[in-house]
């Protein structure tokens, strides 16, 4: 990329995070006073962005395994890439679900009181372990390149912990523990996603949460965000951009990409148009609130018109101009935030017995919600940290270089 390019990202994601910066501060000392949920509607914008954070993590992560436990040496130059997305994905989820708590200073509990009958508690030792993951693969992929480094940069010495053979046979055994952890982190981020998922299905009174299919579809929606937003990256970083190599890459991503698209629309109208026939009050009642309620637009317009229709057009008659896919997966990653919303609030502003809204009334006590001025900043922080931190990560990490070659 060029440095005229990266100047610009630096100042608007340091713009951003400066901006974000006020909603940071009003959470921390106002709480949740200036949030626009309530009792009824307790969750909101910052449960959305986590799962939608979370989702882009798990989803490069798994897309990282094509290259580390699969071996397709086509993709090979976006490993590294991938994980790394996977880490600043998940740290600003980490972010946004710690200050949504109400007492975040009590999430310690979490892992040492663990209430193993709980999904919630399961959830704190799967995050761990897929955190411990993640930089372990990481560091082991950049291993060699960071030895090979180390003799100009204090800080790839520092980081190579005085690991620092490149020969064919210490490249060998990176690549076996990479497949090994990569195997491992297989079924670890299926579970601690479709965990996430799970959180949501289990929950009988909202009938549009509870089903078994809701992991599977936290699941399918994470590869689409992630590997939509891993090929954007691959194609705008890439150092041999424009090359046939390069456009071979990213046209492979982007037929990917377009499998998961058509996959998770598939499972989508399953699961309304079920939902719509049976015609179970509360059920349907929610999917209406998707599909013609106050905020319809998110559904039809930024989701299925920029989402999905104009997404799939560009990725069927792209002529193999890694451009076009590239603005593609830029719009499927960044509009499948609405789809994160449609899960969390209809089933939310629906009310759980008729009458409910009229019967009781004061301040947090509506069925009506959309994020406040202190949400959407807070969300800006955090979407901007990642940004920042990935930013630093390209700019000190060996994350491009060609892999060191093993026999």
């Known amino acids: 990329m060029k440095k005229q390019t990266m100047a610009i990202l630096w100042i608007l994601s340091i713009v951003a995070f400066i901006v974000g910066c006020y909603g940071l501060w009003d959470r921390l000392a106002n709480g949740h006073l200036d949030a626009a949920y309530g009792s009824y509607v307790p ?101 060699g390149d960071l030895a090979a480094w180390s003799s100009h940069s204090a800080l790839a010495r520092f980081l190579t912990f005085g690991r620092r053979d490149v020969s064919t046979t210490a490249l060998a055994g990176d690549r076996r523990v990479l497949r090994i952890l990569g195997s491992i982190g297989v079924p670890l981020a299926i579970a ?16 549009f949460w509870n089903s078994g299919l809701t992991p599977i579809v936290f699941l399918v929606g994470a590869l689409l965000s992630g590997g939509a937003l891993l090929t954007f990256l691959s194609a705008v970083f890439s150092p041999n951009k424009g090359t046939e190599e390069h456009r071979e890459m990213i046209w492979l991503l982007g037929k990917i990409t377009l499998g998961l698209l058509a996959l998770d629309f598939l499972l989508e109208w399953a699961d309304y148009s079920i939902g719509y026939y049976a015609s179970i009050p509360d059920h349907i009642n929610a999917i209406k609130a998707v599909l013609f309620g106050p905020y319809w637009w998110v559904y039809w317009i930024v989701h299925l018109g920029i989402g999905v229709v104009i997404p799939a057009i560009l990725l069927i008659f792209n002529r193999r101009s890694w451009q076009l896919v590239a603005a593609a997966t830029l719009l499927i990653a960044v509009t499948f935030l609405s789809v994160r919303l449609n899960i969390v609030l209809p089933a939310l502003v629906t009310p759980e017995m008729q009458g409910l809204a009229q019967a009781y009334t004061g301040p947090g006590l509506t069925f009506t919600y959309f994020p406040s001025l202190t949400e959407w900043l807070l969300g800006l922080w955090a979407a901007a940290l990642a940004v920042l931190v990935f930013l630093i990560g390209m700019q000190w990490l060996p994350i491009l270089n060609p892999p060191k070659e093993v026999a």
Do not use: C
């Open 192 to 207: 601690f996603h479709g965990g996430v998922g799970a959180l949501f299905g289990v929950i009988s009174s909202r009938p």
């Open 43 to 143: 969750w909101g914008l910052w449960v959305a962005e986590y799962i939608y954070f979370i989702g882009l993590s798990a989803g490069a992560f798994l897309l990282s395994t094509l290259v580390y436990v699969f071996n397709i040496r086509q993709l090979e130059k976006v490993g590294k890439l991938a994980l790394l997305t996977a880490i600043v994905t998940l740290f600003a989820a980490m972010f946004l679900i710690f200050l949504d708590l109400g007492h975040p200073e009590r999430a310690w509990k979490l892992a040492f009181n663990t209430n193993f009958t709980s999904i919630m508690g399961w959830m704190i030792w799967l995050y761990g372990a897929y955190f411990i993951l993640l930089l372990a693969e990481f560091w082991f992929a950049l291993r």
